[in-house]
């Protein structure tokens, strides 16, 4: 422990003065970079309880056939919606409550674009979960210009990022905390080794379209491994009672929510900052059934003229669908 504050003094001793504020509460975080959360974890779309398999260990497929426990003619249906849309989409639906899973196209990676925001007020809410930080705390902001040195709060900072989905308030959190890699380690040691986080927002239009795509997407999740870890968030696994809803409410305040015969629905839309193309869209709803049953839907496009407004219909689409069953 003495080691590392010595070699984070030592950075922070070598940063210019636009990069020291971003690392001062990097010290005050390393609770939260040296903690290690074992979690057991589901299987993927084509398999029933095991051990889930890496992205690498997925065989990619155009189709995957639901898990036991699955509404009959759900698969079917999802299979249809996703392509009778345009562009290359993929739909997941998880049971919180069961297990079971449901969709197509689940091992293929798309980008998160603003859907990453999530993992960002997760992590700073874990932080505030082990007492490493605190929401009425201010703290020192990255920044380029000359002046004074600016702080904000971190709850007006996580509202921000995540309720208001400003790019600019993301990045701040992202190099306060732990940076690209550290966000990387975090999804890693939950168990969400099938989403990546990439680099920050202003690195990430700065990369070229060509360059962005080699080896797939540098913000990419494939639709299974979002609605797993997703699912562990809705199902408080991930954090504190108290910040789950806390951050529940945050997405809320920048999507939707609504009641529709009894069933609590929850949607959000993201969509990548890249143009043209390389353009694509994602969307996320968790819904709680008048029994109490939960659930989590993932969808996600590209390849299409308008890919925010195909996810956002598909997404309504495949809720319809799984309120009929």
């Known amino acids: 422990m003495r080691y590392l ?6 950075r922070l001793s070598r940063q210019p003065a636009g990069g020291r504020s971003a690392l001062v509460w ?18 993927s779309t084509s398999q029933v309880l095991p051990a889930r398999k890496t992205a690498m260990e997925q065989v990619v497929g155009e189709s995957r056939a639901a898990e036991a426990g699955a509404p009959q003619g759900l698969q079917a249906e999802l299979e249809q919606l996703a392509e009778r849309m345009p562009g290359r989409n993929a739909v997941l639906v998880r049971s919180v409550s069961d297990g079971w899973v449901a969709g197509f196209r689940g091992a293929t990676s798309f980008p998160q674009g603003s859907l ?13 979960d082990q007492g490493e930080l605190s929401l009425d705390q201010r703290v020192p902001l990255q920044t380029r210009a000359r002046g004074p040195e600016r702080h904000e709060q971190v709850s007006a900072l996580l509202r921000k990022a995540v309720a208001q989905d400003d790019r600019s308030a993301q990045d701040e959190i992202l190099a306060g905390l732990m940076g690209p890699s550290g966000m990387a380690a ?18 990430l239009v700065r990369l ?18 979002m609605a797993f870890a997703l699912g562990e968030l809705f199902a408080g696994r991930v954090l504190k009672e108290d910040s789950t809803a806390h951050l ?16 609590l629905v929850s949607r959000l839309t993201g969509a990548s900052p890249l143009t043209g193309p390389a353009a694509s869209a994602g969307a996320v709803a968790f819904l709680r059934a008048r029994t109490g049953q939960r ?14 407004s195909i996810s956002d219909r598909l997404l309504t689409d495949v809720i319809a669908a799984l309120r009929r069953y």
């Not at 999804?187 to 990546?196: C, I, N, Q």
């Open 5 to 10: 504050l010595t070699l984070l003094k030592t």
């Open 26 to 43: 990097v010290i005050t975080l390393m609770g939260l970079a040296l903690a290690v959360v074992a979690h057991s974890v589901l299987g």
């Open 116 to 128: 990453r925001r999530i993992w960002l007020g997760a992590v700073l809410l874990e932080a505030v």
């Open 186 to 203: 975090w999804l890693e040691r939950r168990g969400f080794g099938e989403v990546a986080f990439g680099p920050s927002n202003r690195d």
């Open 208 to 225: 070229p379209q060509g360059k962005a795509a080699e080896g797939g997407p540098p913000d990419g999740a494939t639709p299974d491994g």
């Open 248 to 263: 529940l409410q945050l997405l809320e305040q920048d999507g939707s929510s609504a009641e529709r015969a009894g069933w």
């Open 295 to 308: 659930y989590v839907v993932v969808v996600s496009t590209s390849g299409a003229g308008n890919p925010r």
